[in-house]
């Protein structure tokens, strides 16, 4: 079964600073990735998505994240961030074929004015 | 255009009454999932429906959970004879028939399920 681990569970950071929090997938077959974002009060939000083509991919708020096969990793990155990125973060992977979405734990992500 | 629309937003049910919860996609979604989350985990997958149709349920519990989503009105999660662990936040998602957004899933802003 596909499972999702996202290693930081709560990252803080002061404002300008660079952000890359890690998603790694277990399932080695083809897979849909996708970045979901909480903010605080509100429910989740697409961020970001990977089907296939450029490995990069970029989403909304500045955000990107990189498929890297090999290391079936899936990090989430933005070079600076702004106090309105605190939020809760979560990578999901989608088995081909298959409708329902893998979750992994989340990261809190704390941005110090 | 609304979004996936979930009620109530919280729930309160003492141990052995039931729980229903409500998710009304998006319009022009067919598709409906229900994850449950509980304390300190991610989304967990429970089922996957489309109208009067229950696709994938291997995320459902064996006993007291059950799923419909009929042809008129919202999607329903039931969970009978309420049990403490049963408390967590559900969320509902929808997802549209067809298009390029085909494979998203937008959620709802869940339910939150105390049992005391």
């Known amino acids: 079964a596909q499972s999702v681990s996202q290693h930081n569970h709560h990252v803080i950071l002061s404002e300008a600073a660079s952000l890359e929090l890690g998603c790694n997938y277990s399932y080695g077959g083809t897979v849909n990735l996708f970045w979901y974002v909480q903010y605080p009060g509100q429910h989740l939000q697409l961020l970001l998505k990977y089907f296939s083509g450029d490995p990069l991919v970029k989403g909304i708020k500045g955000f990107e994240a990189e498929f890297i096969k090999s290391k079936f990793s899936f990090n989430l990155r933005k070079p600076s961030v702004q106090w309105s990125d605190t939020a809760e973060y979560f990578c999901?992977?989608?088995?081909?074929?298959?409708?329902?979405?893998?979750f992994g734990t989340g990261t809190r992500l704390t941005i110090i004015p | 255009n609304a979004g996936v629309m979930q009620n109530p937003r919280h729930l309160v049910r003492r141990r052995g009454q039931e729980a229903r919860l409500r998710c009304s996609p998006m319009?022009?979604?067919?598709?409906v999932y229900w994850y449950r989350q509980l304390p300190e985990e991610g989304l967990k997958f429970m089922v996957y429906l489309q109208k009067e149709n229950i696709i994938d349920e291997s995320g459902m519990p064996k006993e007291r959970f059950s799923a419909e989503f009929p042809k008129e009105g919202p999607s329903i999660l039931r969970i009978q004879q309420v049990v403490r662990g049963d408390s967590a936040a559900y969320f509902c998602?929808?997802?549209?028939?067809?298009?390029?957004?085909?494979?998203?899933?937008?959620f709802g802003p869940g339910t939150r399920l105390t049992v005391l």
């Open positions: 998602a929808s997802s549209p028939t067809s298009g390029r957004r085909r494979d998203e899933q937008f």
């Open positions: 999901a992977v989608k088995n081909f074929g298959n409708e329902k979405l893998t």
């Open positions: 319009k022009g979604h067919s598709h």
